[in-house]
Structures are given as structure tokens and as C-alpha cells.
């Protein structure tokens, strides 16, 4: 199987991201929504990532360091070449197709990506919806950062063609891509979605086996959970917690910057499935109604223009 047609569902900061990417690299691109309040959402960060391909690129004629790799494989471009690679970005934000139309999107597809909300039952539901409408040969992947792809193999119809594949964010510049499967994958497909993850410009990272959390936030979900808990129970302020961690390690940014880049959406989602979390007088507690106030302010990360920080 060659794949050719791509889906993503879910527009957020990395379902555009996912989806710009293929395009960028010559995948048909379509991007399944749930309403046309969230086709007006995804476009406006479809055009941002678009802009920042292109004046990075612009970049690389005379800065050497404002190379990514997710741009190119190639680091030695003529600057024609970056300008057939800004060509190509424009072209993949004009030709990307949204739809909330199940039929429309599946219809055709080689492989579907699955980038909506961090919520088991919005998950199974739309699982289960999709799996009506889905060619037989389709390949399924989820981008869930945290949830494993065993929960939720039953619901999609297809439990051997469906695995993980977790992306990192500024996929552009941190090109990985985790692909993990569940008990039930199998080795071909598992395979076909790993080459597929190279063919982007990414770096596929095979896990043997499950993990929560994969090898990234395996890493980072304590880091930034640790760095809330500091914050929620009055410890330092966020730009303090922040320049203690770039002082003292050299990183290029703290934990809360971190934060507003994956968004606070996604950070408020992982929170709650801690019951503690409930409680509002334990740690788990105070980091949800934190969070939760800065999502019901629309300060929701970077794309909002405000999180933690103002963008």
C-alpha cells in the first residue's frame, strides 16, 4: 500500500500542524472537523504555521541556524531551492480541504489521523462514527499524548490497522514522531505508518512496546506537571519557575512557555483524569481550577495569543 490521501481529524495546534506538514511534503491533505465554528478555528492557525514555514525559509538563505529539519533533509539549498520550498508551503495551505463531513474525508483515504481532544469518550464516539464510513484498506492512527492505543482498538473496526503515531509540537523544527502499536497491530501496517512518518520529514522513534506517555511525555508530563505543582501551591511565581529552569539549565525555555506551546487545553485534559483532581484542597486539585480559570478566560496557549504569557 502506497499512502497518498491523508486525513487528519481534529484542526488544534497539532492536527494543523500534522496536517500542514503532509501537504508541505505532497500528501493530499484533508482535515475532518467537528463544526463550522472549528473550520473557522483551524484557519487562522493553518495561515500561521504557513507563514512561519515561509520566513523560516526565507531565513535559511542567510542564517544557517534557522535551519529545521522538518523543512528539509538537506541542509546545503541553493536559494532556489528554498524558494521551490516556500512555493511548496503555499500550495499546501491552499490545497489543504476542510470538511466535517465524515463521508467526504474517509472516503478514499490511505490513512487517517486521529488529533482530537485528550477525552476517552469523545474518542470511542468518534471511533466509532468513523468506523462507519472508512474504506476497508484505511490505516488509523491515534496522535493522543497520553492515552493508549489498547483502550480504544475495539471501537475502530480495524483493531489490526491501528497504532499510535505521537507527534512532537513545532513538528517543523522537532521533527519525531513516536509510532507505537498495541497487541493487536500489526507488523505491516505498523511499518507502512513508520515509513510514512520518514516520507513527511519526520524521524520515527519505534517503541517495542505500550507505553503512556510514550518516550517524550514520558519525560516531559512530569516536568511540567512538577513545575504546575510549584506554581498552584504558591511556591514562585510562573516567570520565576521558568527562569530557574533556564538559568540553571541552559534550555531555551521553562516549563510554563512549554505549557502555552502545547496548550492549556490539553494540559487541563491530562490533569482531570487524576481523580484527585476533584478535589479542589489537593495539589492535582489546584493545577485543574488554574487551569481552568485561564481556559474560561480564553487564555488557552499561544494560539490564543495568551497563556501563561502574552503572545
Avoid at 214 to 234: C, G, H, M, T
Avoid at 250 to 276: Q, S
Wanted: charge should be negative.
Amino acid at each position: 500500500m502506497t499512502i497518498k490521501k491523508v486525513v487528519v481529524a481534529g484542526g488544534g495546534v497539532l492536527g494543523s500542524q500534522i496536517a500542514l506538514q503532509s501537504a508541505y511534503c505532497g500528501f493530499d491533505v484533508t482535515i475532518w472537523l467537528r463544526s463550522e465554528g472549528s473550520i473557522e478555528r483551524a484557519k487562522p492557525k493553518l495561515e500561521r504555521f504557513k507563514n512561519i514555514y515561509v520566513d523560516t525559509l526565507e531565513k535559511m538563505k542567510t542564517d544557517a541556524n534557522a535551519y529545521c529539519r522538518g523543512l528539509s533533509k538537506k541542509t546545503d539549498l541553493s536559494d532556489s531551492k528554498i524558494d521551490e520550498l516556500k512555493q511548496n508551503a503555499e500550495d499546501a495551505y491552499n490545497n489543504i480541504k476542510l470538511t466535517t463531513s465524515y463521508d467526504e474525508a474517509a472516503s478514499g483515504a490511505d490513512l487517517i489521523i486521529e488529533a482530537i481532544a485528550e477525552n476517552p469518550e469523545q474518542k470511542i464516539a468518534f471511533y466509532q462514527e468513523l468506523a462507519k464510513h472508512m474504506d476497508e484498506e484505511t490505516i488509523l492512527v491515534t496522535n493522543s499524548s497520553t492515552l493508549l492505543p489498547s483502550m480504544f482498538a475495539e471501537y475502530t473496526g480495524r483493531p489490526e490497522k491501528y497504532l499510535s503515531l505521537h507527534f512532537a509540537n513545532t513538528i517543523w523544527e522537532n521533527n519525531t514522531a513516536e509510532v507505537m502499536g498495541h497487541p493487536g497491530t500489526d507488523q505491516k501496517y505498523y511499518d507502512e505508518v513508520a515509513q510514512f512518518a520518514e516520507d513527511i520529514n519526520m524521524i520515527p522513534l519505534k517503541l517495542k512496546k505500550e507505553q503512556p506517555g510514550y518516550i517524550l511525555n514520558s519525560l516531559l508530563v512530569p516536568f511540567l506537571s512538577a513545575a504546575e505543582a510549584l506554581l498552584a501551591n504558591d511556591v514562585a511565581d510562573h516567570e520565576t519557575i521558568d527562569k530557574t529552569w533556564i538559568l540553571a539549565t541552559g534550555a531555551p525555555a521553562g516549563p510554563f512557555h512549554i505549557l502555552d506551546i502545547v496548550g492549556l487545553t490539553t494540559a487541563y485534559n491530562i490533569i482531570i483524569m487524576n481523580p484527585e483532581a476533584q478535589d479542589q484542597n489537593t495539589t492535582p486539585g489546584k493545577i485543574a481550577k488554574m487551569l481552568k480559570e485561564k481556559i474560561d478566560a480564553g487564555k488557552t496557549g499561544i494560539n490564543a495569543g495568551e497563556g501563561f504569557y502574552k503572545y
